[in-house]
C-alpha cells in the first residue's frame, strides 16, 4: 500500500503539512537529474547548492522517522527524468497512489500533469503551502486589463494581510509607498553589514557533480559555498539581515559600488525561493523590526513590497501567461549575448563589475540586474530569449517563475508593458547618480559620441529614437522625447551612427 510523495529542489520545506508524522506506507522521493541539471546552461554555485540542500533536506527527514528514496546524479538507477525514475518507483515499490507539491515552474507543471493523465494509479497534486496568492490570484484580480500594476495588487494584498495597516486599515505612516526616500547614492558608510553566513566545503560533491559530466559556467567555491543549505542556516540569515542590514536596506536600496556586492540587500532569495523559507515569517520579521523601533519604516515598506508586493505580482503574470511570454520580443530585438557576459572582461566598469561578479558569486543585487546588465541588454537590442537563458542559468535564486516576467517583462520591455509602464532603460547619468563605477572607467559618462564615449549614452538616445512609434505616446517617457526632440538633427544623426557602431562591435566593449 505505499504511497509515492514527489518533492521537487526548490521544495525544501520541513513545515509543510505533509512532514508531520511519519508514515510508513508513505515513501518521499527526491531526485538529483540531468533533466533539470541541463534544461538551461547553469551557474556550478546553483547546482552545487541545490544538490547539497537536497541531500541536508533528505537526511534531515530520515532522521525523523520518514522514508526517503534519495537518488543521486551518480545512481546506477538513475534514468536521469523525472517521470522515468517514477515510472521505475511505482513498479519497484508497487504504489497506489502518487502525490507532489504544486511546481511553480510551468514546464515541470506540464509534464507531471501530462505524465499523471496516462497513470493507472491515483495521482494527486497538493499546495505547497508557500505564497501569499494562489497562481491565478493575480490574473483575477486584474481581469481583462491591458496593463497590470504590481502597486495595485501589493495594497490589496496589504490590506487582506493587515500588514502595516493603522487601526482604521489606512497604512501606517499615511503613505502606501516610500520609494522616493528609497533613492540614494551609497557614500561608503555606514559600512556594508559583515558577512556571517557559514562556508561549507562541498569538494566531494562537486567532485560528483563534474563526474557525472553535468556541465556549468562560473565559480563553483566549492570549498567555501556560502548559501544557507537547510532551514536553521537560512532563519540564521534572516535574523542577520534583520539586525545589521534591514535599517538601511531603504536608503541604498538601489545604490549600487564596485566596493559592495550586496550592500544592504538580504540575500535571501535562494532560501526564500527553495522554499526553507516562507515569506510571511520574512516579512514578518521585518514588520515586528519596525514595531520594535529596530528599523525606520522607509526600509521595512521598501522591503516588505518586494516581497509581499513584486514577488506574488510577477508570479502572476507567470502563470497568467505562459506558455506564450517566453517568446516575447515586442521590441524585435535579436542581437546575440556580446562574450564578456561568459566572461565580464568588458572596458565598461559597471557591466564588469556587475557581470564579474554574478559569475563569481552566482549573485548580483536588483539595480545590478535591472540597470546595469539588463539595462544595457535592452537599449542595445540584445535577444531577450538569449539574455533570459542566461538569467536562468547565472543567479542562485533563478527559477523560470521569478527570472522569466523579471527579465522579459521588467527589464527588457519584451512583454510591450504588460508587467511595468515604461522600459528601465538610463544612461550614464543614472549609472554614476546610484554608483562610484564610473569614476576610473575607461569611457567618459559625460559624452554621447566619439570613440571615448560611453556607450550607454548612444544606445539609450538611440533606443529612443528607434521605437519612437511605439513609445512616443507613453505619458511617462514624455520628457525624454522633449529631450530627444531638442537635439539638433546632427546630434541624432551622430548618436545614430555611434550607437549602429556599437551594436556592430559589442564583443569589443
Ligand atoms: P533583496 O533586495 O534583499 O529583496 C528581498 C526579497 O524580495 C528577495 O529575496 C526576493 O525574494 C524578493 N524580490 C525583490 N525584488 C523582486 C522582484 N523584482 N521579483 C521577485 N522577487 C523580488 N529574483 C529571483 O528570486 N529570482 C530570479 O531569477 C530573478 N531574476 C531577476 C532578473 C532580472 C532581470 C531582474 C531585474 C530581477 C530579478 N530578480 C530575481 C529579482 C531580484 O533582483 C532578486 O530577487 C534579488 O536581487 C535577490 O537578492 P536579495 O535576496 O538580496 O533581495
Ligand atoms: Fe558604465 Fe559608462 Fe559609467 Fe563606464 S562611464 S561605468 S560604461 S556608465
Not at 262 to 283: D, G, Q
Not at 386 to 404: R, T
Not at 443 to 451: I, N, Q, S
Request: hydrophobic fraction near 40%; proline fraction near 6%; charge should be neutral.
Amino acid at each position: 500500500m505505499t504511497r509515492l510523495r514527489l518533492i521537487l529542489g526548490d521544495q525544501l520545506n520541513p513545515c509543510h503539512s505533509w512532514f508531520g508524522e511519519p508514515d510508513p506506507h508513505v515513501v518521499h522521493v527526491m531526485m538529483e537529474i540531468r533533466q533539470e541539471t541541463d534544461y538551461v546552461r547553469h551557474h556550478a554555485q546553483k547546482i552545487l547548492a541545490i544538490f547539497a540542500a537536497m541531500r541536508d533536506f533528505a537526511a534531515g527527514l530520515k532522521s525523523r522517522g520518514h522514508r526517503v528514496r534519495y537518488i543521486a546524479i551518480d545512481d546506477p538507477s538513475n534514468r536521469q527524468s523525472l517521470t522515468g525514475n517514477l515510472d521505475a518507483l511505482i513498479r519497484h515499490y508497487d504504489a497506489v497512489e502518487v502525490e507532489y507539491l504544486a511546481p511553480d515552474e510551468w514546464r515541470l507543471d506540464r509534464q507531471v500533469a501530462e505524465w499523471a493523465a496516462g497513470l493507472s494509479i491515483p495521482c494527486r497534486m497538493t499546495d505547497s503551502e508557500h505564497f501569499y496568492t494562489a497562481r491565478d490570484e493575480a490574473a483575477a484580480f486584474f481581469g481583462t486589463s491591458r496593463q497590470w500594476r504590481q502597486e495595485a495588487l501589493y495594497r490589496r494584498l496589504r490590506r487582506k494581510q493587515d500588514i502595516l495597516l493603522d487601526e482604521s486599515g489606512e497604512p501606517v505612516g499615511g503613505r502606501w509607498n516610500f520609494d522616493a526616500d528609497n533613492r540614494q547614492r551609497w557614500p561608503g558608510t555606514p559600512p556594508e553589514p559583515k558577512d556571517t553566513r557559514p562556508a561549507h566545503d562541498h569538494s566531494g560533491l562537486w567532485q560528483t557533480i563534474t563526474g557525472a559530466q553535468v556541465g556549468s559556467f562560473g565559480h563553483p567555491r566549492a570549498d567555501a559555498l556560502q548559501w544557507p543549505l537547510n532551514r536553521a542556516e537560512a532563519l540564521a540569515q534572516l535574523q542577520a539581515f534583520i539586525e545589521h542590514a534591514l535599517p538601511h536596506f531603504g536608503a541604498y536600496q538601489d545604490a549600487m559600488s564596485q566596493h559592495s556586492r550586496r550592500l544592504f540587500h538580504s540575500l535571501l532569495s535562494f532560501a526564500l525561493n527553495v522554499k526553507m523559507l516562507n515569506p510571511r515569517e520574512v516579512v514578518d520579521a521585518a514588520v515586528a523590526a519596525w514595531r520594535q523601533g529596530r528599523a525606520p519604516l522607509t526600509a521595512v515598506e521598501g522591503f516588505v513590497r518586494q516581497i509581499l508586493g513584486w514577488r506574488e505580482y510577477v508570479r502572476g503574470v507567470y502563470w497568467a501567461r505562459m506558455p506564450g511570454y517566453r517568446d516575447s520580443n515586442a521590441l524585435s530585438h535579436h542581437l546575440p549575448l556580446p562574450r564578456w557576459f561568459w566572461n565580464g572582461d568588458t572596458g565598461m566598469r559597471c557591466l564588469a563589475h556587475a557581470i564579474g561578479q554574478s559569475l563569481e558569486d552566482a549573485y548580483a543585487h536588483h539595480i545590478q540586474r535591472l540597470m546595469v546588465i539588463g539595462n544595457f541588454g535592452l537599449i542595445a537590442g540584445l535577444s531577450p530569449q538569449a539574455l533570459h537563458e542566461w538569467y536562468l542559468g547565472v543567479y542562485i535564486d533563478a527559477f523560470e517563475w521569478v527570472e522569466l516576467p523579471n527579465t522579459l517583462g521588467m527589464s527588457q520591455f519584451a512583454d510591450g508593458g504588460l508587467l511595468g509602464s515604461k522600459p528601465y532603460a538610463g544612461s550614464a547619468a543614472y549609472i554614476g547618480r546610484m554608483s562610484d563605477y564610473c569614476a576610473g572607467c575607461r569611457y567618459r559618462p559625460k559624452e554621447r559620441v566619439g570613440p571615448d564615449a560611453c556607450p550607454f549614452n548612444a544606445l539609450y538616445w538611440d533606443f529612443f529614437q528607434r521605437h519612437r512609434a511605439r513609445l512616443s505616446a507613453n505619458p511617462r517617457l514624455a520628457l525624454v522625447y522633449r529631450q530627444l526632440d531638442r537635439l539638433p538633427d546632427t546630434e541624432r544623426a551622430a548618436i545614430a551612427a555611434r550607437a549602429g557602431a556599437l551594436q556592430a562591435s559589442l564583443d569589443a566593449l
